[in-house]
């Protein structure tokens, strides 16, 4: 089994930068691919953020395509979101994601609030 952590999250102005951290353990061998999805308010569906594959292949939602950052630490088996520029739409709860072999795994998530 693989288990996923966030933190990080919390309340920050519009224009402000946040960096969440996802700590991934378990079987690890077993990935393929780690991401990060945002449920935001009155939203009954997760939308994919951010995604890097082992290979380092890297997509991002557009809206937030050069704000956004994910990176993946394979030393310390991280996985992290820098956001910068945020805006009030990018209010949500945040979800560490991996895709493994047997199944996808969802972190518990980490509330991100833009606001003034």
């Known amino acids: 089994q693989v288990q996923l952590v966030e933190s990080g999250g919390g309340l920050v102005q519009p224009g402000g930068s946040l960096n969440l951290s996802c700590t991934v353990s378990g079987y690890i061998m077993s990935i393929y691919n780690y991401g990060w999805y945002r449920q935001a308010p009155g939203n009954d569906e997760r939308e994919q953020v951010a995604k890097i594959t082992v290979g380092n292949v890297i997509e991002y939602l557009e809206s937030v395509k050069g704000r956004f950052t994910i990176s993946r630490d394979t030393v310390k088996n991280t996985v992290a979101l820098q956001m910068n520029s945020l805006k009030p739409e990018d209010t949500a709860v945040y979800y560490c994601?991996?895709?493994?072999?047997?199944?996808?795994?969802w972190g518990q998530g980490t509330q991100v609030t833009v606001s003034s």
């Open positions: 994601h991996a895709s493994t072999y047997s199944g996808r795994r």
